[in-house]
């Protein structure tokens, strides 16, 4: 059994930048998908950033490339750095894992298992 816990959440004037960061109880070996998801009010879950821990590719989300960045920073962690925030980046950001393996589709929010409780970001005009 995994579990997360995202942190790093908070208010912030568009343009300005957060970090969120998620910490697993178990260290993640190359066998998992691991990702950042959000959920806005009245709006739909999407992914933000994924990645297989096999492999290098990422995804991203077309709304947050080139301002957001998913990385590794330990054998348990995992960040996203969100940088010059949007209203629109408003949501409830839950980091996630599954299991996975080469091939699988870390893009797709079914591949993942675990989920943390969420982190919200709010992000004024």
């Known amino acids: 059994q995994v579990q997360l816990v995202e942190s790093g959440g908070g208010s912030v004037q568009a343009g300005g930048s957060l970090k969120l960061s998620c910490v697993a109880t178990i260290i993640i070996d190359r066998n998992y998908c691991m990702g950042w998801f959000r959920q806005a009010p009245g709006k739909e879950r999407e992914g933000v950033a994924t990645?297989?821990?096999?492999?290098?590719?990422r995804y991203y989300a077309d709304s947050v490339k080139g301002r957001f960045h998913f990385s590794r920073v330990n054998a348990n962690t995992f960040d996203l750095q969100m940088n010059s925030l949007k209203p629109e980046d408003t949501a409830m950001y839950y980091c996630?894992?599954?299991?996975?393996?080469?091939?699988?589709?870390?893009?797709?929010?079914?591949?993942?298992?675990?989920w943390g409780q969420g982190t919200q970001v709010t992000v004024s005009s």
């Open positions: 990645l297989y821990t096999g492999g290098s590719n």
């Open positions: 996630a894992a599954g299991l996975c393996g080469y091939g699988s589709d870390y893009v797709n929010s079914r591949m993942y298992n675990y």
